[in-house]
């Protein structure tokens, strides 16, 4: 996984180009091409959908092998709050947690715990008042990505804060370290409920380079974990499970938002919905609002494009058991307020933009394209079908002025060339060389010829 | 009728073509209806995804979203009819909206922060904060808003690049 820049891939064989990722892409990023699908990796923002919409199985996402543990010499696995809601609420989480060390960890160290940590920080990130308002969460990868590719000028209201899963990369090392294990010796492992995750470990934005290592599926290890599950010993169980409810919390979208403590708060999950409220940011309509918790998944996290549990359900299920662990913090919130005094929960890079490609560098040619784009869109049919491999008649004219796909690429309009050619056919085909010599014009008296 | 001057450096109608230099390049119109929030914000839309296309830089397309959006609004919730046009040029984005409407009774008083005339019931959908010509002004480099009671309200809005 390690050359790739996307999560999200295509395994060619089993795709059989029959558009329906296409049109539920929300960065329009999928165009069908020779009866097979193609991501283009500058629009993809890896949430997943598309995985989640193939029929054919045919779209992947890559994380690790789990021998790549054989690697290091001190495993630890940082588990996403959503891992909990997976199992059946009778599992004592730090059983569940006992039971994901047994699978080749070390030890564990809980996303949840870090989540309580990073609520500490926003809060605090919130009272200043030299901030862009509204302020967005930067929990959510897909969500960074979609800003950058798609609303880059609201990256400045993006909160210049690392996820909860990073700030447990950075705890779970520095617990390694403090066991005398070297920097590279240690390897930390995220348990992901989706592949953007695994993107945004490869890829960091905002970090130089991300504290973990790699990342393994919730879906990937969920037998290995049903299998411990049963063979436990209660006796020689470790005290794992740390964080409260405040943490464990954001696995369903209103958890940030529960947790964060200030000012007017707005949550919103499902990456179309996000898309309509970024809209509104950008024409100013939400400057009363102080934070905006964004996920891309439908319910949150618990909704990841990698995880078991009907979204609906792990939802109750998380719910329920962040109760059972309470609203108190279980970290030392006067510590984490002097680390983030020290600038430690901070973002070490600026977040750059990526916008799409203009339709042309030179802005008088963008504006020739554009016209051009319309005047091919005025006669393409508006069905948004699909079949010509483009999302919709929209996009396939964006992609003729842009060189990637031609008019003829539409089957109506094929059709439409067809049938004029079938008629000059036709037409054709009645006019015979006097040569020949018909005979009819004289049957039906009509001959004036001679 | 009465008109109004933005603080900042600011022409007349009779000379302002003074100050465009850049060749204009197109233009996009939008019929707009007051009254009618299902399409509200979609003229909007369609004006900042196409700037976006054309590759304008992102500072300046977020004022142009907030002020062509504040532009169609008072126009769908304080005016009949009217219409909302941006012409791009090399230079500068011009938005202007022209309405059919009760006009503004006190155009000074309407451009301070905070004075709506909104009913209760627009405030409850999250509007009449009386904030939108304040914004419109704070995002442009040039603003002029003239208003003939009775008759109707014509803003005209100028973002240099
Ligand atoms: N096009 C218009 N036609 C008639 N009256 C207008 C028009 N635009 C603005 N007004 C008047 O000016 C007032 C102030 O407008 P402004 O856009 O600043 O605030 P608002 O529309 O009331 O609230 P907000 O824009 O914050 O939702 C309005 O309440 C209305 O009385
Ligand atoms: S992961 Fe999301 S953005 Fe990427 S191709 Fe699939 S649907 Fe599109
Ligand atoms: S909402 Fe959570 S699971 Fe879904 S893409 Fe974002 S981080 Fe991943
Ligand atoms: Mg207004």
Redesign the interface.
């Known amino acids: 996984m390690r050359d790739i820049y996307h999560s999200v891939t295509l395994d060619k064989d089993k795709c059989r180009g029959c558009t329906n990722c296409i049109k539920n892409c929300p960065t329009e990023a999928i165009r069908v091409r020779g009866g097979k699908a193609a991501i283009l990796k500058s629009k993809c923002i890896d949430c997943g959908e598309c995985i989640r919409i193939c029929p054919h199985h045919a779209k992947i996402a890559s994380t690790d092998d789990l021998k790549t543990l054989s690697n290091y010499k001190y495993n630890i696995a940082i588990p996403a709050p959503a891992f909990y809601s997976q199992f059946s609420e009778d599992i004592d989480i730090n059983i569940l947690l006992n039971a994901l060390k047994a699978i080749g960890f070390d030890y564990v160290y809980e996303v949840a715990e870090a989540a309580e940590r990073v609520s500490i920080a926003i809060t605090n990130y919130l009272k200043k008042n030299d901030r862009t308002a509204p302020s967005i969460s930067s929990s959510c990868p897909a969500i960074i990505r979609l800003i950058q590719v798609r609303f880059p000028e609201l990256i400045e209201n993006i909160i210049p804060i690392n996820s909860p899963m990073e700030i447990a990369g950075k705890k779970a090392r520095e617990y390694g370290v403090q066991l005398g294990y070297r920097d590279k010796d240690i390897g930390v492992f995220f348990i992901t409920p989706c592949p953007a995750k695994v993107t945004s470990i490869l890829r960091p934005v905002g970090v130089k380079k991300s504290y973990i290592n790699g990342a393994f599926s919730i879906t990937q290890i969920y037998s290995e974990i049903i299998k411990k599950l049963s063979s436990i010993n209660e006796a020689d169980l470790e005290n794992l499970q740390k964080s409260s409810g405040q943490g464990i919390i954001w696995g369903v979208s209103g958890g940030e938002k529960h947790a964060v403590d200030y000012g007017n708060r707005l949550s919103v999950d499902g990456i179309h919905n996000v898309i309509n409220v970024l809209e509104e940011v950008e024409m100013g309509k939400l400057n009363n609002m102080d934070y905006i918790e964004c996920q891309a998944c439908i319910g949150g996290c618990i909704g990841g494009a990698l995880t078991v549990e009907n979204r609906f359900i792990a939802r109750i299920k998380l719910e329920r058991i962040a109760r059972r662990y309470g609203q108190k913090f279980s970290v030392d919130c006067d510590e984490v307020l002097a680390d983030y005094k020290k600038g430690e929960y901070f973002l070490k890079e600026e977040i750059k933009p990526k916008p799409i490609q203009p339709l042309d560098k030179n802005l008088g040619r963008a504006v020739e394209k554009m016209k051009h784009m319309e005047k091919i869109l005025e006669d393409l049919p508006g069905l948004d079908c699909g079949a010509c491999g483009a999302p919709n008649c929209q996009a396939l004219a964006e992609d003729i002025v842009r060189g990637y796909a031609q008019e003829l690429d539409c089957i109506i309009i094929l059709k439409e060339r067809v049938n004029e050619l079938a008629e000059k056919m036709v037409a054709l085909s009645k006019t015979v060389p006097p040569a020949m010599g018909i005979k009819e014009p004289e049957e039906e008296g009509t001959n004036n010829w001679d | 009728m009465k008109s109004y001057k933005s603080d900042k450096k600011y022409l007349y109608a009779d000379r302002k073509d003074k100050n465009h230099k850049g060749?204009f390049?197109?233009s996009m119109r939008f019929d707009i209806s007051g009254g009618n929030l299902d399409s509200a914000?979609e003229a909007?839309?369609t004006i900042?995804s196409?700037l976006?296309?054309?590759?304008?830089g992102?500072?300046i397309?977020?004022r142009v979203?907030?002020a062509s959006?504040?532009t169609e609004m008072n126009i769908v919730l304080h005016a009949n009819r009217g219409t909302l046009s941006v012409y791009?040029a090399?230079d500068h984005i011009k938005i202007i909206a022209v309405d059919e409407g009760p006009g503004i009774p006190n155009v000074e008083l309407a451009m301070q922060e905070g004075y709506s005339t909104a009913t209760e019931q627009i405030r409850e959908m999250?509007f009449g904060?009386g904030?939108g010509l304040p914004?419109m002004k704070k995002c442009s480099d040039q603003f002029e808003i003239h208003s003939d009671i009775g008759k109707g309200t014509k803003v005209m809005i100028v973002i240099f690049f």
């Open positions: 060749k390049l197109m914000g909007s839309s900042k196409k976006k296309q054309l590759g304008i992102y500072s397309i977020r979203a907030i959006y504040e791009v090399e999250g904060a904030m914004n």
